[in-house]
């Protein structure tokens, strides 16, 4: 079955150090987000991108946050100066054509912000 | 907001015991979902009912879907201790594309 991946699965950085994080969606899907879980909380809505825009997002991505899809098969999410309270397990996801269809969620970056 | 919340926050059973999972919404929805997450891992999707179903099957799921009370249900039956996860309900609301909002999840321990 496709799978959407994301790498790295673990990223540790430095207060004020920027992070890309990276993802390839499957590979015939339109519709790309970002959400992010701290840890035992809520998964919560980060961005949705659409036609190579960005179509939703949520208060928590605010100017420190900003999403690519460079080459039309990754799809990264940068974190430009980051804090100790964006540490947390940040998750890609892709969907197919059609608004009612079921999100495919990748493993996982778990990113721990020093 | 229309985010779902589920109860009960955890729940912990004996294997083969059927275990029920509630969640409630606030606002108009297109279509309801269910997600299973195992410890440190992504969301893999269970079910999906739509705004005018009103039960739903799936092996062993069942969910059924209350839009008058804003509540849906998830029903594992026959649990195994490979059901052990948290699981999310997650509700599509009726305008535009919005993204899916998950609730805080319930976390099921099935112990063998």
């Known amino acids: 079955e496709p799978e959407v991946t994301q790498t790295p699965s673990h990223q540790v950085t430095q207060m004020g150090q920027e992070v890309i994080l990276r993802c390839v969606p499957i590979?015939?899907?339109?519709?790309f987000y970002w959400y992010r879980q701290i840890l035992g909380q809520k998964v919560e809505f980060l961005v949705s991108?659409?036609?190579?825009?960005?179509?939703?997002k949520s208060e928590i991505f605010d100017d420190q946050f900003s999403v690519e899809r460079p080459d039309g098969s990754n799809f990264t999410l940068k974190i430009r100066s980051t804090k100790l309270e964006d540490s947390a397990m940040y998750f890609c996801?892709?969907?197919?054509?059609?608004?009612?269809?079921?999100?495919?969620f990748g493993s996982g970056t778990q990113l721990s912000v020093l | 907001s229309q985010q779902g919340e589920e109860d009960p926050q955890a729940l912990s059973i004996q294997e083969g015991e059927n275990a029920t999972m509630n969640c409630s919404y606030k606002t108009s929805i297109n279509n309801l979902q269910w997600y299973r997450q195992n410890s440190g891992r992504g969301l893999v999707h269970l079910i999906l009912?739509?705004?005018?179903?009103r039960e739903k099957h799936s092996g062993r799921l069942r969910v059924t879907l209350d839009t008058s009370k804003k509540s849906s249900s998830l029903l594992i039956t026959a649990s195994r201790a490979a059901d052990t996860a948290s699981y999310f309900c997650?509700?599509?609301?009726?305008?535009?594309?919005?993204?899916?909002?998950f609730g805080k999840g319930t976390r099921l321990s099935v112990i063998a």
């Open positions: 996801a892709s969907k197919g054509q059609g608004l009612v269809e079921k999100l495919f």
């Open positions: 997650a509700t599509d609301a009726v305008s535009g594309n919005t993204p899916l909002v």
């Open positions: 590979s015939n899907h339109l519709y």
């Open positions: 009912i739509r705004s005018n179903e």
């Open positions: 991108f659409y036609n190579n825009e960005i179509s939703e």
